[in-house]
């Protein structure tokens, strides 16, 4: 049986990304396998992103936290494969507080190591793949890219915590032969994003007539990549990909922060058909985040070549896509915009004010 035919154990799916991912399994007919999802429902977990499939014969979801031995799955579910998404991810939060990214990206990464390592015991037939970020490679200058090859440099808790668990899951292919692949992701944006990170929080805020916080002088670079073209890469590698190997993923869009602000402001005022000033007007330079990495950018050459993958939509296309979701998914957004991510928002925006 191939891993599109078997159970395949996700972990972090009612996150951003794990949620999207799940959907496209859903919707690929190559797949017709069983998808149990292990998720703890943080702050970033939501459900509601999952709705449209709750009830699907061949999908289960489990409140749990891969920090407590999730080795007990393996006996309920005949699980072949892990889609390793969980993870604290945003980096602003781990420069306020790391102690979850230590715990659940490096710890909770060891501990489902573990559970597959001693449950699959010397099984070839089986695949971790764990989900990584560019992030763990530290700061690019003007010229160059990330490659497979790149040295590690992690600059912040959350791309140390990253780099660590990176480490590990290799660690586990010398050290037991465990079939594992790893990908290194550059920035995901699209539908059911958490709005903390950049492009949601624009969004949210430019509606709301808030202020928009661009961080320093706003010409960071980052690479921009469609979520639904990372689930497609990740399925490549989970179904072609060979064991022990690392592919870097990169939507091939690197645009500095600013420029990302004013495009968002732009497709805003032609999506809602008001003046692009009355957007833009909000944009505000705000003290640094520290340790802010300059520029990420990927050369995805290897998954390109090995495994026939490449990013469909330009930048424009996805984030009118993404603008567009957002303005008719407002049930979703306000579920979100509530409670700790308020307090947080509040915390965070006061904190960068005091220049
Ligand atoms: P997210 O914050 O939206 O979702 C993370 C999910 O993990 C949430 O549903 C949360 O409830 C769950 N979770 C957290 N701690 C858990 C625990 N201890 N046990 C079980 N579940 C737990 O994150 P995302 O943006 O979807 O990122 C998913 C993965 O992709 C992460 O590993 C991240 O490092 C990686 N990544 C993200 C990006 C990006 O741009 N967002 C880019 C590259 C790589
Ligand atoms: O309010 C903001 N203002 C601002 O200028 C926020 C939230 C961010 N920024 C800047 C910081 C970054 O240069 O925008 C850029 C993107 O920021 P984030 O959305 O926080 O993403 P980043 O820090 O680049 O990390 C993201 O991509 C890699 C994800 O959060 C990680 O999980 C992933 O590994």
């Known amino acids: 049986m191939s891993i599109?035919?078997?159970?395949?154990?996700?972990?972090?799916?009612?996150?951003f990304i794990g949620s999207s991912f799940i959907h496209s399994l859903f919707k690929n007919p190559a797949f017709t396998g069983r998808i149990v999802n292990i998720d703890l429902l943080t702050y970033a977990g939501n459900l509601a992103s999952l709705a449209s499939i709750a009830d699907n014969e061949y999908y289960t979801f489990i409140r749990g936290d891969i920090r407590d031995a999730p080795a007990k799955l393996f006996a309920e579910f005949d699980i072949r494969a892990i889609v390793h998404f969980a993870a604290e991810s945003h980096v602003d939060r781990s420069i306020v507080n790391p102690d979850d990214f230590i715990t659940t990206n490096i710890v909770g990464t060891y501990k489902l190591l573990e559970?597959?390592?001693?449950?699959?015991?010397?099984?070839?037939?089986?695949?971790?793949?764990h989900i990584s970020t560019d992030e763990v490679f530290g700061s690019l200058g003007k010229e160059g890219y990330f490659t497979e090859e790149s040295p590690y440099s992690p600059r912040s808790p959350y791309s140390a915590s990253k780099a660590s668990s990176d480490h590990l899951v290799r660690a586990y292919f010398h050290t037991y032969g465990l079939p594992i692949t790893i990908s290194n992701c550059s920035n995901n944006y699209g539908p059911r994003q958490?709005?903390?990170?950049?492009?949601?929080?624009?969004?949210?805020?430019?509606?709301?007539?808030?202020?928009?916080?661009?961080?320093?002088?706003?010409?960071?670079?980052?690479?921009?990549?469609?979520?639904?073209?990372?689930?497609?890469?990740?399925?490549?590698?989970?179904?072609?990909?060979n064991p022990g190997e690392t592919y870097a993923v990169g939507g091939n869009n690197e645009v500095s922060n600013i420029d990302l602000v004013r495009l968002v402001c732009r497709l805003l005022a032609e999506e809602t058909g008001r003046p692009e000033e009355n957007f833009s007007r909000l944009i505000s330079f705000v003290k640094d985040r520290p340790g802010h990495d300059r520029r990420y950018a990927i050369d995805a050459s290897k998954i390109t070549r090995e495994l026939g993958w490449q990013p469909s939509r330009t930048l424009t296309n996805g984030l009118r896509e993404t603008i567009r979701w957002q303005l008719?998914?407002?049930?979703?957004?306000?579920?979100?915009?509530?409670?700790?991510?308020?307090?947080?928002?509040?915390?965070?925006?006061?904190?960068?004010?005091?220049?």
Not at 116 to 125: G, H, I, L, S, V
Not at 201 to 230: F, Q, T
Request: hydrophobic share 40%.
């Open 328 to 355: 008719a998914n407002r049930d979703w957004v306000d579920s979100v915009k509530s409670g700790e991510y308020l307090c947080w928002l509040n915390e965070n925006y006061l904190r960068r004010g005091e220049n």
């Open 194 to 241: 958490f709005p903390e990170k950049l492009i949601p929080l624009m969004i949210e805020n430019a509606l709301e007539g808030k202020p928009l916080p661009v961080y320093g002088d706003g010409l960071n670079i980052r690479d921009w990549l469609h979520v639904d073209d990372h689930s497609a890469a990740v399925w490549k590698i989970l179904t072609l990909g």
């Open 115 to 129: 559970a597959a390592r001693t449950q699959w015991k010397d099984r070839k037939d089986v695949r971790f793949h």
């Open 4 to 15: 599109s035919e078997s159970t395949i154990l996700v972990t972090g799916g009612a996150g």
